[in-house]
């Protein structure tokens, strides 16, 4: 079964009385557990595709299912649920509340959760174990590197367990070491089920995942698979 | 969400700005405190004049030969008139059945001297019932008898200013002062009563038998005022329309001829000062309004910096599940708590200024329980109010803009 599926998506934007069509006829299946990279230069409309993927913004046209649900007929207290329980966001620019401890930033999005589970904190504590932030619990943003931002980001991707890790970007605004241990992380949580869809524009980045989806003009320019000795070669 | 994370982030976010918080709540405050201080001064005012009145004696009616004009926002007799005579007041006491008593009354400013000292005082004559009718009352010695009136005795009553003006700290009882050149004694002095609505002192006087100011200061026969006290405060108004009819049948004056003197009653007196409170009022609710208003513009703009501001936080919280809804409410709170804490500290500082106030300063201040209760519920409105745009404006935001927004 599909987890995303997208028909036909466009999206436009007006502006003093111009049209911009940014996506054209998009159409993309993603199963469960894909890892897929989206690639193409910039202004081809990755960005506003990740944006409509997220549950961000909504197509001009066209029909977006997300497990199972039409999210184009979703009211805006049923999409802000869509996107706090079935997707974590890791942004390029981190995005995350500036004066405020790592804890904190990481355990925002229960704070909109409709059942937020018992151990909040205990869960927090080991997802930042878990990407190497353990004895930065109580930095704020401004307190920590880059790489560090981007490893809060994805402990809170991860802490409401939802099923479509959305990446955009996530090295761009990373040294090349912490790129790499981002990229890591990634792999690993592919291990565990999750699907994974990274919008970039480094083909280096893309060449992780298993499909890359390539992107021009807002159209889909290519959608290949990756073999794995070619995964090999790149590396 | 449920209401308290809405307030904690609310009031996380009012803390990490402390300075602005602060002074967005500054209008509220100010406008807040000073409603309640103006009521207050209000109130006491108003009692303070009250209290004149009442203090000129119960269920008084005053007729004044002439007609009264208002000049300059005053009252103010107009014309020379001699047709008010000692037979008038005579002729109200015997019959008209709600007045309980009359007291004939003529003054003039003129010099006294005692010894060396000379100043000028009010010399007024009257009878015994003045006292009674315009709530004087002896400090010392006594009131002069029917029978000084009768036998135009020179006798004396002073008032406290007088006496301060002409004796000084010497004790006045007994002394004999001059009034043209005439000796009177001093019998009585008569406890302060401070000034009348019209600010004029009342203590500044001599007071001395009607019939020794008649016969031996003035030499005439007509008088300028009779003091009436109605038997009740329901009859004054009959007494009063009884009094007209007398007058200006003794008077004999014909259906068309104006009145040659005028009644005041001590209704007529409060109502005219209720509708100067009343004025009052009005000026201080407007003024609130208007301090109030700015105060909420305050709350206004600073709430629209902050969601300008805070546009990328709006995006990232929309982006993890916030709703619309739930940005609403942040920045509703976040009005709220300025509009509460802008109320309470204004109601802090207005009840402590108004108790303050009173206790040191030179006025009456009568705190407005009910002018407090409407104070804090303006604060709520106003932030509600005022908070209200902006945190819509805040929710309409589009997610994925906010985020990319610099």
Redesign the interface.
Known sequence: MNLIEMNSICKSYRNIGFETRVLKDVTLHIKEGDYVSIIGPSGAGK??LM?IM?C??QPTSGEYILDGEEVGKLN??KL??V???KIG?V?QAF?????VTAMENVT??L???KNPPGNIKERARELLAKVGLEHRLHHTPGQLSGGEQQRVTIA?SLI?DPRIILADEPTGNLDSKNGIETMKTFDNLIKEGKTIILITHDQEVAQHADRIISIRDGQIASDSKVSHEEQIRSL | MNIFSSLGIAIKALFSHKMRTFLASLGILIGIASVIVMVAIGKGSQMEVMDVIAGMGENLITINAGEMKRRGGRLRLTGNVNTLTVRDANGIMDEISEVERVAPFEEKRMSAKFGNNAAETTIAGSTVDFPFIRDYYLKSGEFFSERDVKTANRVAIIGMTAVKNLFGEEDPLGQVIRVHFIPFKIIGVFEPKGVDTNGLDQDDLVLIPLSTYMRRIVNQTFISRIFVKASSRQNISKASVKIRELLRENHKLVDDRNDDFTLVTQLEIEDMKKETTEMFTKLIVGVAGISLLVGGIGILAVMLISVKERTREIGIRRAVGATRRDIVHQFLYESLIIGFLGGGLGIILGVGLTLGLNQWGHWTLILDLHSIWIASWACVGIGVLFGVFPAIKASKLDPMEALTTE
């Open positions: 960005s506003t944006a997220g961000l913004s805006d207290r802000s649920r996107r706090n329980e966001f942004f995005h995350l509340l500036p004066g925002l999005p704070v909109y959760a809170r409401n």
